[in-house]
C-alpha cells in the first residue's frame, strides 16, 4: 500500500476554555452550584466570598490543606518577558475587593437575600433497615455470610434478581463457601419473613403473595383468601383484566371481585421504594427562579444561592502591591509575581463566569415568563402557547443549545407549584379555525376526558380522537395514542374497572 501526503483545509468551530466553563456552569443547578465555587476556592486562594456564614464553612473544610500542595500543582506561565511586561495598576486598582455588581443590583434579585440551607433527609437506606434485621436470625458460619450475599444482592425495589444459581456462583468463588440451591432458599424464606413485607421476592407476583401471606396470619378473611386464589391461580387474567374469567373460575359476583382486587390494589409493588433516599439530592426541589404575581404584575426573582457574592482576596493584591515597591530582580519574586497574576486572573474570569451565568438564567426565564404570561397568572396548563427553543433563543439572542442547557436543568417556583423549565415548552397543533395551540393544552383535555370516562367502559383511542375532533382539533388517532403513552395512561382495557 503506497503512501502520500497531501494537504487539506478544514474550517473547524471550536469553542474556548471559558466558553466551555460557562456551558458547565449553566448545566449546575441552584443546590450543587455552592459545591463548585468551594472546588473553585480550594484551588484558588485568590478567590474569597463576603458570606461569612460561607466563609467558616470553607475555611472549617480547608484547615488541614498544604499550602505547598497548590505550589506543587500549578505550572508557571510566562517567564522574564511576560514579568517585565506585567502592568501592576491592572491587579491592584481599588474596588477589586467589592462584590460583583450582579450581586447588588435590585432590579434582578428580590430584598430577601438571606442564607437558606438546603434540606437533607437524614436517614438509612433499605439495605441498612434489611441488614439490620440480619441480627435477629442468628444466624452462624456459612449461612451468616450467604444471608449478607443475598440481601447485598436485592434491588432497592426490594426484589432479589439474581437467580439462586448465580447466587451459588457467587459464593463459591468470591467467598469460597460450597453450598446448595435448597439451603440459599431456605435462607431466602427466612429474609422473607422479614420488614417490610414482599422484600427478598423473585417477580411481582411472589412480593404481591407474600405481602397476603402477612396479612393472613395476621388478620385472616375471606377477600384475602380470595385475593390469594386470584394471584395464585389467575395472574396473568387479572394483571390484563380479563375480569370475565376470574369471575366464571371463582364463581362470585361482580361486587364480590370488585371487594377483593381492592386488597390487592392496596398491596405495595415496591416494598423497598419506600424506605430511605438512595440520592439525596433528588429527594427535595431546590428552585431557581422565583415568579410572583403582584396585583396582575409578575416579577421575577433569581435564587439567592445562584449570585454568590464573590471577589478577588484583597490580601493578594497587597502582596502585588508590595512587591511593586520592592526589588524586582530577585528571580522568586519575579515568580511570585506571576503566580499571583496567574491566581487574580483566574479568580476575575470566574466571577464574570458567574455573572454571565446570572444574565443568561434571567434573560432566559424573562423570556419563557413573558412568553408565558397568561399561564403564570392563571395556573391554567390550556393557557400554555406553543413555544420551542428556537423561540427563546430568538428573543434572547442566545444559542438554541444554550437555552436547552437552561431548560432541561433548571426550575421556577410560582404560586401553583414548581416547574421544571423544560415543562412550558410544546410542540403546535392547529384547530379548525386554523389558530395553533399548545400540544401541552390538547394533552391537558385529552387527560380531563380520560379522568371524566365512565370506568365501567372506558373510551378507546378512535372515540378519544372523536371527542378531540369534536372540540375543535385536528388530530390522528396515531397522535392520540402517543400522547396518552405520554401521560403514562394505559389503554381502554387495562383502564377498565368493575
Known amino acids: 500500500m503506497a503512501l502520500s501526503q497531501a494537504l487539506q483545509q478544514k474550517q473547524l468551530q471550536k469553542l474556548s476554555p471559558q466558553q466551555i466553563q460557562l456551558m458547565k456552569l449553566l448545566q449546575i443547578p441552584t443546590a450543587n452550584l455552592e459545591e463548585r465555587i468551594k472546588e473553585e476556592m480550594e484551588e484558588n486562594p485568590a478567590l474569597e466570598t463576603n458570606d461569612d456564614n460561607y466563609e467558616e464553612e470553607y475555611n472549617s473544610e480547608s484547615e488541614e490543606r498544604n499550602s505547598d500542595d497548590n505550589n506543587d500543582d500549578y505550572e508557571m506561565d510566562g517567564g522574564e518577558e511576560q514579568y517585565d511586561n506585567i ?280 423570556a419563557i415568563m413573558q412568553y408565558q404570561e397568561n399561564f403564570f397568572l392563571s395556573g391554567d396548563e390550556t393557557n400554555l402557547k406553543p413555544m420551542i427553543l428556537k423561540d427563546i433563543a430568538e428573543i434572547t439572542a442566545l444559542d438554541i443549545s444554550t437555552v436547552s442547557r437552561v431548560a432541561n436543568s433548571k426550575f421556577v417556583q410560582t404560586e401553583f407549584g414548581t416547574y421544571r423549565l423544560k415543562f412550558f415548552f410544546s410542540e403546535s397543533l392547529s384547530t379548525d379555525s386554523g389558530e395553533e395551540v399548545s400540544t401541552r393544552e390538547v394533552k391537558k383535555i385529552l387527560s380531563d376526558v380520560i379522568e371524566e370516562e365512565n370506568k365501567k367502559k372506558p373510551l378507546s383511542d378512535e372515540r378519544l380522537t372523536t371527542i378531540l375532533q369534536e372540540k375543535g382539533y385536528n388530530i390522528a388517532r396515531r397522535t392520540v395514542a402517543k400522547y396518552r403513552e405520554q401521560l403514562n395512561i394505559p389503554v381502554a382495557r387495562l383502564r377498565k374497572e368493575l
Not at 455470610?145 to 447485598?152: K, L, M, T
Open 87 to 366: 502592568d501592576i495598576s491592572e491587579y491592584v486598582h481599588e474596588g477589586d475587593d467589592e462584590v460583583g455588581d450582579y450581586k447588588t443590583r435590585d432590579d434582578n434579585y428580590g430584598q430577601a437575600e438571606e442564607k437558606q440551607s438546603v434540606p437533607f433527609k437524614l436517614e438509612s437506606n433499605f439495605h441498612d433497615t434489611v441488614v439490620d434485621q440480619l441480627g435477629m436470625l442468628s444466624l452462624k458460619g456459612d449461612d451468616q455470610v450467604i444471608a449478607e450475599q443475598i440481601v447485598g444482592s436485592l434491588d432497592d425495589d426490594g426484589y432479589l434478581r439474581r437467580d439462586i444459581t448465580s447466587i451459588v456462583d457467587d459464593l463459591a468463588f468470591r467467598q469460597n463457601i460450597d453450598t446448595t440451591e435448597a439451603n440459599i432458599e431456605r435462607i431466602i424464606k427466612l429474609i422473607q419473613k422479614f420488614d417490610p413485607a414482599g422484600i427478598c421476592a423473585r417477580d411481582l407476583k411472589e412480593c404481591l403473595i407474600l405481602q397476603l401471606e402477612r396479612i393472613e396470619s395476621e388478620s385472616p378473611n375471606e377477600r384475602v383468601e380470595l385475593a390469594m386464589k386470584i394471584l395464585q391461580k389467575y395472574f396473568d387474567e387479572f394483571t390484563k383484566k380479563h375480569y370475565e374469567k376470574i369471575l366464571r373460575g371463582l364463581d362470585i359476583d361482580d361486587e364480590k371481585l370488585k371487594s377483593v382486587i381492592n386488597v390487592i390494589l392496596h398491596l405495595n409493588p415496591k416494598p423497598g421504594g419506600n424506605i430511605g433516599s438512595i440520592n439525596k439530592a433528588e429527594s427535595y426541589i431546590v428552585p431557581d427562579f422565583f415568579i410572583f404575581n403582584n396585583n396582575g404584575q409578575l416579577e421575577l426573582t433569581l435564587n439567592s444561592r445562584n449570585a454568590p457574592a464573590l471577589k478577588v482576596s484583597e490580601g493578594y493584591r497587597d502582596m502585588l502591591k508590595d512587591y511593586e515597591r520592592g526589588s524586582k530582580k530577585d528571580k522568586g519574586q519575579k515568580d511570585a509575581v506571576l503566580f499571583i497574576k496567574q491566581k487574580i486572573d483566574s479568580a476575575k474570569w470566574f466571577i464574570d463566569m458567574i455573572k454571565q451565568r446570572q444574565n443568561t438564567l434571567l434573560s432566559t426565564m424573562t
